[in-house]
């Protein structure tokens, strides 16, 4: 079954090429839809995005978000381009993009981290997460024939050169920002900061990996389907931002303890499950613990780092996300959820829809039908079996019937 994300990917004739991940993905992109006889064209909009493209043609942008559709037009009057490509659609200058491409009947495909990680990233036409346009109705799902898996290349992203890029990207950025002196970067900007922040990251993995270490343990044997797992996201994630009814992570935390603490039986424990890429950035164990003493359940709830997500699934009684797509691992695993934020997998009889107070003692469970065929569907229809950062196997894709075949293998990145 070939992938149609891939081929929504490859449809268009004439591309522009927004702001991609940090590192040379959508560099390497452009390469390759030329190579397939497209024209594709990238936009530097700072620093850190024309450091990745010193080798290719690029546009600048020095403007703010509120001016972007007029240089959007006027662009498309001297390059009349029918597909807009970026990664997120929640940053301001893509939001703006969006909004333009509808009016002009232009195409607007959006990246995203891939929904069903680690061997996949996520490609969608109009939006992705809560905004992607997959049906919400399970009838549609109910409906749809039983299809067959596609063969799957098994991926191995690097952390490592995700970090490097990163480092690299916001060197550039912080170099060059008299250049760009209207640029205003969705998230924190500072060089020396992120530096700071995964150097605390690295403390603190090996600082928890010690101090937790019987943790596990205990949660497989004794609170074994005894515990609420309830996932935490990184502390600026634009899902939280854009697609909840929460301004902070605290705010969640907050309202799941105190409901635990009302509702939830007499005998159970909750779990809270950090985000690894946000270990340098946010420490919740003072706050839990306070409103731990607060709501008097301080002795039913654990707080842990770097425990393996397969396993805290596996022996959790039922899981809690504001919309992660750790939740789809949650169906995955087949264990009851609940979704406090918007998400695209939130639909009746998938996720439980009754109010939070209701869920620790309610008897739902999935269908594993149903979500079968949506997993299904999720799959096929918005995943490409690909990494954003992959180390280089040998070398880059440079045959055009190879990469019209495998344009996932940007990096040839697998565990072979």
């Not at 591309?15 to 390759?32: C, H, I, K, V």
């Not at 425990?307 to 797509?325: D, G, Q, R, Y």
């Not at 180390?391 to 990096?411: F, G, H, P, Q």
Request: one cysteine or more.
């Amino acid at each position: 079954m070939d992938s149609k994300a891939l081929a929504l990917l490859l449809a268009g004739k004439k591309y522009l090429l927004l702001q991609g991940p940090m590192g040379p993905f959508f560099s390497d992109l452009a390469e390759r839809l030329e190579l397939l006889g497209r024209e594709a064209v990238n936009v530097v909009f700072n620093g850190g995005d024309r450091k990745y493209l010193s080798k290719r043609k690029y546009r600048v942008y020095r403007n703010t978000p509120a001016n972007f559709s007029t240089w959007l037009k006027d662009t498309w009057q001297e390059y009349d381009f029918d597909t807009i490509l970026c990664f997120g659609d929640c940053r301001p200058l893509h939001q703006v993009a969006k909004g333009w491409a509808k009016a002009k009947g232009v195409r607007f495909l959006v990246f995203e981290e891939g929904y069903l990680r680690p061997h996949y990233i996520t490609l969608e036409e109009g939006g992705v997460n809560a905004y992607s346009r997959l049906p919400r109705d399970p009838n549609f799902y109910r409906r749809l024939p039983k299809m067959e898996p596609p063969k799957t290349v098994k991926l191995k992203p690097s952390t490592g050169l995700r970090i490097r890029h990163a480092m690299a990207y916001y060197l550039s950025g912080w170099r060059y920002r008299n250049e760009f002196i209207k640029y205003r970067h969705h998230k924190s900007f500072s060089p020396w900061y992120e530096a700071q922040c995964w150097a605390r990251a690295a403390w603190r993995k090996q600082w928890y990996a010690m101090l937790q270490r019987k943790v596990l343990p205990q949660l497989q044997t004794e609170l074994d389907q005894q515990y609420y797992l309830a996932i935490l996201q990184v502390y600026n994630d634009s899902q939280i931002l854009n697609h909840s009814p929460y301004k902070d992570v605290r705010d969640y935390i907050n309202e799941v303890m105190y409901s635990f603490a009302n509702n939830a039986p007499a005998e159970e424990f909750l779990v809270f499950k950090h985000h690894p890429m946000d270990r340098g950035h946010r420490l919740y164990s003072p706050l839990i613990h306070q409103l731990g003493i607060k709501y008097d359940i301080a002795h039913r709830v654990i707080y842990v780092h770097d425990l393996p997500m397969p396993e805290l699934l596996t022996h959790a009684k039922a899981v809690i996300t504001i919309n992660s797509t750790a939740g789809i691992s949650a169906l995955i695993h087949n264990k009851p959820l609940k979704v406090m934020g918007n998400a695209l997998y939130d639909i009746k009889g998938i996720t439980y829809q009754g109010t939070l107070d209701q869920f620790w003692c309610s008897e739902f469970k999935p269908e594993k039908k149903l979500f079968d065929k949506f997993w299904m569907y999720l799959l096929s229809n918005t995943q490409i079996n690909a990494v954003y950062y992959g180390e280089m196997k040998k070398k880059r894709i440079k045959n055009t019937v190879e990469c019209n075949n495998s344009l996932k293998n940007l990096y040839c990145s697998t565990d072979e």
